[in-house]
C-alpha cells in the first residue's frame, strides 16, 4: 500500500505505537496516509480501536514474521 510517511515504532510497546500515531498523523494533510511499523502484536487490535476513537480511517495490516504494518487514513 502506498503511504505518504511512515512512523518507525520498533520496540515500542503499548500504549507508544498508539501515542506516537496520535502525534505523527497531525503532520499529515487531510485525506493522507499513515504506515506504522511495529513489532508489537497489541497494535492489531489498538489501532482499529484508536481509529475508531479519533475518526480516521484504518485501511488495513500487512503482517511478516517479525512486523507489522499498519495502514491509516487521516480524516479529521
Do not use: H
Not at 510517511?5 to 503499548?14: E, I, P, Q, R
Not at 496516509?33 to 485501511?59: H, Y
Amino acid at each position: 500500500m502506498k503511504a505518504n510517511a511512515t512512523l518507525d515504532t520498533l520496540g515500542l510497546y503499548c500504549p507508544m505505537p498508539i501515542v506516537k500515531t496520535g502525534q505523527k498523523i497531525k503532520d499529515l494533510k487531510m485525506g493522507e496516509v499513515l504506515e506504522v511499523i511495529s513489532d508489537d502484536e497489541g497494535i492489531k487490535e489498538d489501532m482499529p480501536a484508536w481509529c475508531r476513537q479519533t475518526g480516521n480511517e484504518f485501511l488495513g495490516i500487512e503482517e511478516s514474521e517479525e512486523e507489522y504494518r499498519v495502514y491509516v487514513k487521516r480524516l479529521k
